[in-house]
Structure formats: structure tokens, C-alpha cells
């Protein structure tokens, strides 16, 4: 089939082409505008020669630029590589070189990571492309790349033509995910993949086209591209974005713009929380609170749940993100849950020899869907132990109840065997992160002489508290099986 991402926000611009679709640190951008400058940046690309199944990268910030980037590559058929924006010198040259990109294009405050590559990178030199964060500024960029705003200004606004017809099956994007090996992979996620994610989050949050989207998460990663930004704009709703996280701001931004849905990851809502300005805002106006990113602790989703806020939990991965959330009606019931499989996904459990398994046993999530990716970048022997007849193996250990609903206790890596017994880290550091006196725990398995190995807990507790190993042993006693105490 013969269609493209980039036709979502051509298609909004003729449909509601004064209809905002972002608020960029408090300024309103419409589709019209937003899809102008992606057909600029398009445009450039095509002068640049760049061609279908070309990769560009970009390492930026939340920023419009960032969308029409990627907008722009998606109507050309280009593969957009988004970059983690911490990534450093050595991080960035692996990614760079690991897929062959062409162009980057990065904020200027990260000219100190690009500089020392240069030399080293496949980009070509002439497509090293410098935004500056604050445009009023003239020499805010290196003389070694091009200024984004001197290299669009005089590119047409009409539609790219692709030189290539773009295919629903054409790769849109590589992102990249940490590996077992320690060498990121690159998960190739296709145009068509990519509506079907559209569908189900717009399915899942019942979005609407009035909806206000509030969300501080990075741009960079699947959950902030795929679930939040593309589904937001191919529904028409309007999308609330700021350069980075600022908890204090994220909560005011619910009551300024009367948001209607929020994204967020566990950690960005302990942040807000911690700030206390949850208890002078209206919230009235939220209709859908979802996120994750890791285990999130009831304790936590109690508290939000005091202020008016109930989070809906969810589990995905880049390799198929969203794939389980967590439905309204279920939240306070269904508490540790991560909830049921989405619309556009088959997920369930099974042990080693491929065997579904029945409610209440532990096996590996396993999933199916027209959303999963089609591979990691040149990376045939892992795209093919993980993909194994077309089921995507998570890598992650959990179970259902009687009802469906999915729970996770940990990595199928992140474990060790205690006298026999499968000990799964997470599971307990589960627990032990409701304990009052804990911030964070970590536990790993060591060797144990007696027991072939056990569990040692590493513990940052709260400010002014300490603990010693009798509290936990005591907090934990009727909570788990002796043999999994660390």
C-alpha cells in the first residue's frame, strides 16, 4: 500500500490548518505552520540528494524542529534516527556509524559530543546541520555546521515529492535500545507499524480531537515518538511540549492549559509529587493519566491517586511499545497490574519449550501484532533470536491472573537461582520500594556457599533515614518466601 506517516500532517494542515497542534514552551504552533516547515525540511533534504531509504539523525531536545524532521523524512522516505540526547561523543559516533547516517542535526549546546567526531562519523560534511536553541542569538552555532534556519529559509513550503513511491512495509524509523552484548541495537520500525501504534494508543485514551496532550518525556524515545507525538497529531489533537522536564512546570501546565491527557514516566511523577504543587492545582480537567517506563509502586500511584490523578500503568518495549495497559475501570482494583493486552496486540505467557501457560505461573511475556518491529538493523542473528516465527520474545519475566490482567516480576536474565529456586530481583526490590524508609534498591544475585547463591540488596534510603538488615528481614517476612530474602 502506497501511503506514508508524513500524509498525517499534510492531511491535518488541509483539514484544520489553524487548529494549534503544538504549544512549544508557551507559544502556539498551527498545522499549517508546522507542516510548512516540515515541507521546508524536506525540501532541503531532496536538494541535498538524500533519497529513499537514506538515514538521518537528529540529537535535540523536545523542539518543533524535532517534528519536522521527522515528518519531513517520513514524506521522502528517508529513515529517521532520533538520538538520545545524553548520549556522549563515543555513544554518538557508535549510532551514527552502526546504521550510516547522511545528515545530523543537533541543538547547538551539543556541539561539544559532534565536534570531536567528526572526522570519524559517515555523515556527510556538508549535512551537518547546528539549531540554535535561542534563534535571536546570531553566532550560536559552530562554523563547521549549517545553520538550520539559513538552510531552510528559502526552500519551498509545497509537499517533497519522493523521488522513490513509499510503501506502508518501508522502514520509517531506527531506534535504538540497550543490548545484552552492551552495544545498542537498532529497532527498525516501519510506516505501517507505526499507525497500527497510532490506532491503539488513539483507541486506548479514547483521544479526541479538542484533547490537550501534556507531556515532558523525550521526544528521542519510542514511547515520546510513538505513543504520545505521532498518535496526538495524527488524531488532531493538540500536543504540549517543553525543551526538558521541569516537574514544578509539568504540574502548572495541567491547570494552564487544562490538560486532558497525560504521559509521563513512574520517576517524572515521583518528581512532580515531591514538589507539592499537586496540592494547589486543578486537575479536574484530566480525563487520561498514563505512563511507566519501569515499575511504578502502588505507593506511588496511591499518592497520585489522593490529588485527583489516577495513573493508568502500562508495559512496552521499543521493539513494541504499548503492547500492555492498563484500562481505566481496572486501576484501583487491579493494583500491581500492568494491565490487559492493547487492541493491536496478542501478548501472553510461555515457558521455554513454547508452551502457553495457564493463570498465576511465571514464563516469559511473549507478543504478536502488526505493530511489533521488523527487526534490529543489520543485526540478523538478534532480530532472529528474538523474533522466533513471528513472536516477539520480551526478554521479560511475568505472569496473569484469572481475568488476563499481566504482571511482571523481572528481566529473564535478571535472575538467580538460590538453593534451587528462581529468585527474581524485581519482585522483591518491588516490595522493598513501599518500605518508608527506602528511595531505591537494587538487588543482585552473589555467590553463596551454602546456597550456590543469594541475594544482596543495595539500598539509598530517604533523607535523614537509615536501616539496617533486621528492619528489612522484618519488612519483608510474611510478604515472600524466605528463600528470596536478600
Given at each position: 500500500?502506497?501511503?506514508?506517516?508524513?500524509?498525517?500532517?499534510?492531511?491535518?494542515?488541509?483539514?484544520?490548518?489553524?487548529?494549534?497542534?503544538?504549544?512549544?514552551?508557551?507559544t502556539?504552533?498551527?498545522y499549517?505552520?508546522?507542516?510548512e516547515?516540515?515541507?521546508?525540511?524536506?525540501?532541503?533534504?531532496?536538494?541535498?540528494?538524500?533519497?529513499?531509504?537514506?538515514?538521518?539523525a537528529?540529537?535535540?531536545?523536545?523542539?518543533?524542529?524535532?517534528?519536522?524532521?521527522?515528518?519531513?523524512?517520513?514524506?521522502?522516505?528517508?529513515?529517521?534516527?532520533?538520538?538520545?540526547?545524553?548520549?556522549?561523543?563515543?555513544?554518538?559516533?557508535?549510532?551514527?556509524?552502526?546504521?550510516?547516517?547522511?545528515?545530523?542535526?543537533?541543538?547547538?549546546?551539543?556541539?561539544?559530543?559532534?565536534?570531536?567526531?567528526?572526522?570519524?562519523?559517515?555523515?556527510?560534511?556538508?549535512?551537518?546541520?547546528?539549531?540554535?536553541?535561542?534563534?535571536?542569538?546570531?553566532?550560536?552555532?559552530?562554523?563547521?555546521?549549517?545553520?538550520?534556519?539559513?538552510?531552510?529559509?528559502s526552500c519551498?513550503?509545497?509537499?517533497?515529492?519522493?523521488?522513490?513511491?513509499?510503501?506502508m512495509?518501508?522502514?520509517?524509523a531506527?531506534?535504538?535500545?540497550?543490548?545484552?552484548?552492551?552495544?545498542?541495537?537498532?529497532?527498525?520500525?516501519?510506516?505501517?507499524?507505526?499507525?497500527?501504534?497510532?490506532f491503539?494508543?488513539?483507541?486506548?485514551?479514547?483521544?479526541?480531537?479538542?484533547?490537550?496532550?501534556?507531556?515532558?518525556?523525550?521526544?528521542?524515545?519510542?514511547?515520546?515518538?510513538?505513543?504520545?507525538?505521532?498518535?496526538?497529531?495524527?488524531?488532531?489533537?493538540?500536543?504540549?511540549?517543553?525543551?526538558?522536564?521541569?516537574?514544578?512546570?509539568?504540574?502548572?501546565?495541567?491547570?494552564?492549559?487544562?490538560?486532558?491527557?497525560?504521559?509521563g514516566?513512574t520517576?517524572?511523577?515521583r518528581?512532580?509529587?515531591?514538589?507539592?504543587?499537586?496540592?494547589?492545582?486543578?486537575?479536574?480537567?484530566?480525563?487520561v493519566?498514563?505512563?511507566?517506563?519501569?515499575?511504578?509502586?502502588?505507593?506511588?500511584?496511591?499518592?497520585?491517586?489522593?490529588?485527583?490523578?489516577?495513573?493508568?500503568?502500562?508495559?512496552?518495549?521499543?521493539?513494541?511499545?504499548?503492547m500492555?495497559?492498563?484500562?481505566?475501570?481496572?486501576?484501583?482494583?487491579?493494583?500491581?497490574?500492568?494491565?490487559?493486552?492493547?487492541?493491536?496486540?496478542?501478548?501472553?505467557?510461555?515457558?521455554?519449550?513454547?508452551?502457553?501457560?495457564?493463570?498465576?505461573?511465571?514464563?516469559?511475556?511473549?507478543?504478536?501484532?502488526?505493530?511489533?518491529?521488523?527487526?534490529?538493523?543489520?543485526?540478523?542473528?538478534?532480530?532472529?533470536e528474538?523474533?522466533?516465527?513471528?513472536?516477539?520474545?520480551?526478554?521479560?519475566?511475568?505472569?496473569?491472573?484469572?481475568d488476563?490482567?499481566?504482571?511482571?516480576?523481572?528481566?529473564?536474565?535478571?535472575?538467580?537461582?538460590?538453593?534451587?529456586?528462581?529468585?527474581?530481583?524485581?519482585?522483591?526490590?518491588?516490595?522493598?520500594?513501599d518500605?518508608?524508609?527506602?528511595?531505591?534498591?537494587?538487588?543482585?544475585?552473589?555467590?553463596?556457599?551454602?546456597?550456590?547463591?543469594?541475594?544482596?540488596?543495595?539500598?539509598?534510603?530517604?533523607?535523614?533515614?537509615?536501616?539496617?538488615?533486621?528492619?528489612?528481614?522484618?519488612?519483608?517476612?510474611?510478604?515472600i518466601?524466605k528463600?528470596?530474602?536478600?
Open positions: 500500500m502506497k501511503w506514508n506517516i508524513g500524509k498525517i500532517l499534510n492531511k491535518r494542515a488541509i483539514i484544520a490548518p489553524n487548529k494549534v497542534a503544538i504549544i512549544y514552551e508557551d502556539p504552533i498551527t499549517k505552520a508546522l507542516n516547515e516540515s515541507n521546508r525540511v524536506g525540501n532541503f533534504f531532496r536538494e541535498k540528494g538524500l533519497r529513499k531509504g537514506d538515514r538521518i537528529v540529537d535535540l531536545l523536545n523542539c518543533p524542529e524535532f517534528l519536522a524532521c521527522y515528518f519531513a523524512a517520513a514524506k521522502l522516505g528517508l529513515i529517521f534516527v532520533p538520538l538520545n540526547f545524553r548520549l556522549v561523543s563515543r555513544e554518538l559516533e557508535y549510532q551514527l556509524n552502526a546504521c550510516a547516517c547522511r545528515l545530523l542535526v543537533f541543538h547547538n549546546e551539543f556541539a561539544k559530543y559532534v565536534e570531536p567526531i567528526r572526522s570519524s562519523i559517515y555523515v556527510d560534511k556538508d549535512k551537518i546541520i547546528c539549531i540554535k536553541r535561542n534563534r535571536l542569538e546570531k553566532h550560536n552555532c559552530p562554523k563547521w555546521a549549517a545553520d538550520y534556519e539559513e538552510s531552510i529559509k519551498s513550503a509545497d509537499e517533497p515529492e519522493p523521488v522513490d513511491p513509499i510503501d512495509d518501508d522502514p520509517l531506527i531506534l535504538y535500545t540497550s543490548g545484552v552484548s552492551g552495544d545498542p541495537k537498532g529497532a527498525v520500525i516501519s510506516h505501517g507499524q507505526t499507525y497500527f501504534k497510532n491503539q494508543i488513539i483507541d486506548y485514551t479514547d483521544m479526541r480531537q479538542d484533547d490537550v496532550f501534556l507531556f515532558q518525556s523525550p521526544l528521542c524515545h519510542s514511547a515520546g515518538l510513538c505513543a504520545v507525538a505521532t498518535p496526538a497529531l495524527c488524531r488532531g489533537a493538540t500536543l504540549l511540549i517543553r525543551a526538558q522536564f521541569d516537574p514544578a512546570q509539568f504540574a502548572s501546565d495541567i491547570e494552564k492549559y487544562r490538560a486532558t491527557i497525560i504521559f514516566l520517576t517524572m511523577f518528581f512532580v509529587l515531591e514538589t507539592g504543587a499537586l496540592d494547589h492545582i486543578d486537575v479536574s480537567s484530566v480525563r493519566m498514563f505512563g511507566g517506563g519501569e515499575r511504578t509502586p502502588e505507593k506511588l500511584i496511591e499518592e497520585l491517586s489522593e490529588k485527583g490523578l489516577n495513573l493508568q500503568t502500562g508495559f512496552g518495549q521499543t521493539e513494541n511499545s504499548a500492555v495497559l492498563m484500562p481505566k475501570y481496572a486501576v484501583k482494583s487491579k493494583r500491581g497490574s500492568c494491565g490487559l493486552p492493547n487492541f493491536f496486540s496478542d501478548v501472553w505467557i510461555q515457558n521455554k519449550q513454547g508452551e502457553r501457560l495457564p493463570p498465576g505461573e511465571t514464563g516469559e511475556i511473549v507478543a504478536t501484532g502488526p505493530n511489533v518491529m521488523s527487526g534490529y538493523w543489520n543485526r540478523p542473528q538478534e532480530t532472529e528474538t523474533i522466533v516465527d513471528g513472536v516477539l520474545h520480551t526478554g521479560d519475566m511475568g505472569y496473569t491472573d484469572e488476563g490482567f499481566f504482571y511482571i516480576v523481572g528481566r529473564a536474565k535478571d535472575m538467580y537461582r538460590s538453593g534451587a529456586e528462581n529468585v527474581y530481583p524485581a519482585e522483591v526490590e518491588k516490595i522493598l520500594a518500605h518508608p524508609k527506602i528511595e531505591n534498591v537494587a538487588i543482585i544475585g552473589v555467590p553463596d556457599e551454602k546456597w550456590g547463591e543469594t541475594g544482596m540488596a543495595f539500598i539509598v534510603c530517604r533523607k535523614g533515614e537509615t536501616i539496617n538488615r533486621e528492619e528489612v528481614v522484618t519488612f519483608l517476612d510474611g510478604k518466601a528463600f528470596k530474602f536478600p
